[in-house]
């Protein structure tokens, strides 16, 4: 779209999360006219450390926000998949991107702090619960709890997986339980027993739990957490610490005195969900990202690398396509495909035999090469 047509453009997006954030300032960079309408009366990012991919960084050094995240998180040279009692299946590089090779590991609020710091002051409205949204054709309304109402030429559905949004206008189909729970806590370095010892991702899995330590060497923490089976579907859980204690038996002892000594009160207790594959991100006048379009497991630990990459692509097809409606097409013709894959991958309840297939074209540890 021409310059002139873009600075005319006034853009409103509903949430204030990664997806949101990240697309309030990529389309804002292309100058138009950008508010972001958030439900909650502050921005709280519960839950632990995620890992922000090389093709992502990049996203962020092209906004000039390389530093702002930079400044916060951990670079990170490989990750290390193992079994239960720590013996190694899989080592890998992260994937680079040009010339880019690290993930950095960031503590979920300290990255949605640095996003929302890079926006201008007044951008962000706060107290937001969006109740309707009418696609108009060449615009949209928004509704929001009390009776406000705002037009834009393009919404921006970022609200996540329990999207209003999506519901009204794209899907009805609702979350899908995946048969596990996730239970996340940030714990000292120290506090590790040891097995964290530099920069680097590491999973082990067995009996169907899974255990991430991920470092978070900048605040001298280390988010610990553990996915395991479970058929209750409640979104918050009531668990207890036997109850996470039976998820690591036979793991690594040092695993499990990790898991006896947590706090249960500092535990992010939640029931995993994602969302079946959507087959319209897009009208001609609202268009979704992030979680709102995809949501997925957090197996591949791709949930907000995605939403930034969903951002990047909806702002480059902003700045190249001829219209609005054909830059939403062709967003969505370009980043479908990759998110559908994700979804696929990221529901497979895999196990050791399973990794050549979850992470193609890496070798488990027994048949790559000797460093």
């Not at 909650?40 to 906004?63: D, K, S, Y």
């Not at 714990?187 to 899995?205: C, E, F, K, P, Q």
Request: aromatic residues 6%; negative net charge; charged residues 25%.
């Amino acid at each position: 779209m021409h310059s002139s047509d873009l600075k005319k453009l006034k853009i409103a997006v509903v949430g204030a999360g990664y997806g949101g954030a990240a697309a309030a300032k990529a389309l804002s960079l292309l100058g138009a006219q950008v508010d972001v309408y958030e439900q909650a009366g502050r921005i709280r990012e519960v839950g632990a450390g995620i890992g922000l991919r090389p093709a992502t960084m990049n996203r962020f050094r092209q906004w000039g926000t390389f530093d702002a995240v930079a400044d916060v998180s951990s670079p990170s040279e490989y990750f290390e998949i193992l079994t239960a009692d720590a013996e190694p299946i899989m080592k890998e590089a992260w994937p680079a991107a040009e010339g880019q090779t690290r993930t950095h590991l960031i503590h979920r609020g300290d990255f949605i702090d640095a996003l929302l710091g890079v926006l201008p002051d007044g951008m962000v409205h706060l107290g937001h619960k969006l109740e309707r949204v009418q696609d108009l054709g060449d615009r949209s309304r928004l509704t929001f709890t009390g009776g406000r109402t705002v037009e834009a030429d393009l919404v921006v559905g970022a609200d996540g997986i329990k999207s209003v949004v999506r519901e009204q206008l794209f899907s009805a189909a609702q979350p899908v339980f995946s048969g596990e729970h996730a239970y996340r806590a940030v714990i000292s370095a120290d506090a590790a027993h040891g097995m964290v010892t530099d920069d680097n991702l590491r999973m082990y899995i067995g009996r169907g739990t899974k255990v991430y330590l991920l470092p978070l060497r900048h605040r001298g923490q280390v988010s610990f957490d553990i996915t395991a089976l479970c058929p209750d579907g409640t979104w918050a859980p009531e668990v207890t610490k036997d109850d996470l204690m039976a998820t690591v038996e036979g793991f690594d002892e040092r695993l499990v005195s990790i898991t006896r000594d947590l706090d249960m009160s500092t535990v992010n207790i939640r029931a995993v969900y994602d969302i079946d594959p959507i087959d319209t991100w897009h009208s001609d006048s609202v268009v979704l990202v992030g979680d709102s379009a995809h949501s997925m497991l957090h197996h591949q630990g791709q949930g907000a690398n995605s939403a930034i990459e969903d951002a990047g692509a909806l702002a480059d097809a902003l700045r190249d396509a001829a219209s609005l409606p054909a830059a939403l097409a062709h967003y969505q013709a370009t980043r479908k495909p990759v998110t559908d894959e994700l979804q696929r991958i990221s529901r497979q309840g895999w196990t050791e035999a399973e990794i050549d297939d979850v992470f193609p074209g890496q070798k488990p540890a027994a048949t790559a090469p000797k460093e």
